[in-house]
């Protein structure tokens, strides 16, 4: 029983039934926000959530790659656990039968559905979505998916079609005369139609495919984001006292044939700047593009009038580079590829207490107005794998952590993540919290330099040599590359083949490595024995089931 914490909560779950979840997985989604204090993005609809929202500034994902960060998050495992590096394995299967975060909630009396991209398609998720473990309906996958390579692209050069990186469209001109993310906000929007008066709540999963590439959206959406305010980032260029080992080449960006004719050399040859501006300018059209159909999910939501029982989290799989360190795509262990967004908007606790007071009380007009210090911006680590217990939590149905297990016992349904849950609290009253000491991320390299055979961004589990682990602490991130063997799942830590130490405070961009200069050698150290003892080692202060222990600074 989590007392203290939760009187709150159920009081007001008592009164209003347990919460609906709208949880939405925006695809390769960096904070390119308004809201994180983007000032090149247009997100007016994600800005509003936002302002009823808890900001979550430092929240990173386990891994840079789509299926293994999916996984991670929907079974609350990380991908050391799951033994997931690639898209070609399924937990169930070749590891252990965890139950996902949709299948505790559908095993205790939820209505869950999948729209869109959520569990990565194909094998990951056995091709089925993970159902029907996880799923009381069949998931939805839009009909247009099957054009997402099509030659639609218009091509500058010859006006023909391609199958471009950059790629707006008019939708009249293109099959079916729509796009995926639009078909999965309409088979959204039945949902929330036939399911609006069912006493079951429900776990609504809406996973929306871009700014993922082809970046392939409405073209009117361009008209948000005119060149001239866009500019290469200023750390354009590879660190010098970085390994190779660290780079990824961007190979799926290369296959597009408006960049196959820049006829880069691989794999170093930078992208030209003009052409590097209309990467960087399509990306935030694209953005805009699904902050527009978020902004009509929750017009639905509210038309409904669902709004003030569901629970709103919107988050991304992983970030994605814009040239920084002149990368692109994911696939890396900095900070642009593992941080994302994450938004936890829960109506009827922190900010619109009139509304439960309202339900408490039984008319609108017994409501008082309680005037309190409130604070919307989390700036704790928190990272992806958290979302499931904090989801129990807040259906009051929840789970333990793997790490309070008792001592030689498994459990299919334990989390490796942490309940943020204190942390919403908390901000109530702006309070600060001691938290976790530190976000760990991964990523897997066949060898150290850059390859396109086997892909050194996408190698699948046998050809993995190399493990790169990172940890995030509130100043640093420590980069160790180790040898790893894809056998038994292990890394060598007497085997580091390269080392990166980022200072934060003097160098938010990472580019400039510490690693050798001597005044950070404890420091190094010091992280590296962190990095080694694992997240466990990380979690904040715990004692007797009860969050009140949290020491208050």
């Known amino acids: 029983m989590f007392c203290k914490l939760f009187s709150f909560l159920l009081l007001i779950s008592s009164a209003m039934g ?20 983007d000032k090149n993005a247009y997100t007016p609809n994600i800005d509003a959530l936002s302002k009823k929202s808890i900001i979550f500034t430092q929240a990173f994902a ?16 990380r991908p050391d656990t799951l033994h997931l590096y ?13 139950t996902t975060l949709p299948q505790h909630l559908k095993n205790n009396g939820y209505i869950t559905m999948s729209i869109g991209k959520v569990f990565h398609p194909g094998i990951s998720s056995n091709c089925s979505d993970d159902s029907p473990y996880s799923w009381t309906e069949k998931p939805f996958h839009p009909f247009t998916d099957r054009y997402k390579d099509a030659p639609i692209c218009q091509n500058n050069v010859n006006e023909s079609s391609a199958k471009n990186l950059i790629c707006p469209v008019q939708l009249s001109l293109i099959p079916n005369n729509t796009l995926p993310d639009i078909e999965s906000l309409n088979a959204a929007k039945s949902f929330l139609q036939s399911h609006a008066q069912k006493i079951s709540p429900f776990f ?4 929306f495919q871009k700014p993922h590439i082809p970046l392939k959206y409405p073209k009117e959406f361009i008209k948000y984001h005119p060149l001239d305010k866009f500019s290469v980032p200023e750390n354009y260029e590879w660190p010098i006292n970085v390994s190779s080992v660290a780079y990824n080449p961007w190979t799926d960006l290369r296959i597009r044939e408006d960049v196959k004719a820049l006829h880069l050399k691989f794999p170093w040859e930078k992208i030209p700047f003009n052409f590097a501006k209309r990467i960087i300018q399509s990306y935030y059209a694209a953005v805009t593009y699904i ?11 509210r038309k409904h009038k669902l709004k003030e029982n569901t629970v709103i989290i919107l988050t991304s799989d992983h970030g994605w580079s814009l040239g920084e360190h002149s990368e692109w795509a994911k696939y890396s262990n900095f900070e642009v590829a593992l941080k994302v967004p994450l938004l936890v908007s829960i109506p009827y606790t922190i900010r619109n207490q009139q509304i439960a007071l309202k339900y408490l009380n039984g008319s609108q007009k ?9 604070c919307n911006r989390r700036n704790e680590l928190v990272e992806l794998v958290d979302l499931f217990p904090t989801i129990a939590d807040l259906a009051d149905i929840p789970i333990q952590t793997c790490h309070n297990l008792a001592e030689g016992t498994e459990s299919n349904l334990c989390s490796e993540g942490y309940s943020m849950l204190p942390l919403i609290e908390a901000s109530k009253d702006c309070k600060k919290l001691s938290w976790k000491k530190a976000a760990f991320s991964q990523y897997p390299r066949p060898g150290i330099e850059p390859t396109l055979n086997p892909n050194s961004d996408k190698p699948h589990l046998k050809e993995i040599n190399i493990m790169g682990y990172t940890i995030r602490t509130k100043r640093f991130r420590y980069n160790a590359w180790t040898s790893f063997s894809s056998d038994n799942f292990q890394p060598n830590w007497k085997t580091i083949l390269a080392e990166e130490l980022y200072d934060h405070m003097s160098d938010p961009s990472e580019t400039r490595n510490q690693i050798l200069l001597p005044e950070f050698d404890k420091i190094k ?19 007797d089931g009860n969050y009140t222990n949290f020491e208050i600074h």
Do not use: M
């Open 62 to 77: 386990q891994q840079s790659l789509c299926a293994p960060s999916r996984n991670s998050i929907l079974t609350g495992r």
């Open 18 to 37: 347990r919460p609906n979840f709208l949880f939405i997985i925006v695809d390769d989604l960096r904070p390119a926000l308004g809201c994180y204090g």
């Open 204 to 207: 609504l999963a809406v996973g």
């Open 366 to 374: 017994n409501s008082v107005s309680i005037k309190r210090k409130y």
């Open 86 to 98: 690639d898209f070609y394995s399924y937990w169930r299967k070749d590891v252990g039968n965890f």
């Open 525 to 543: 150290k010091r992280l590296r024995k962190l990095l080694q003892a694992g997240w466990r080692e990380a979690l904040p202060n715990y004692k």
């Open 291 to 301: 902050d527009h159909l978020i902004g009509r999910l929750l017009e639905e939501l």
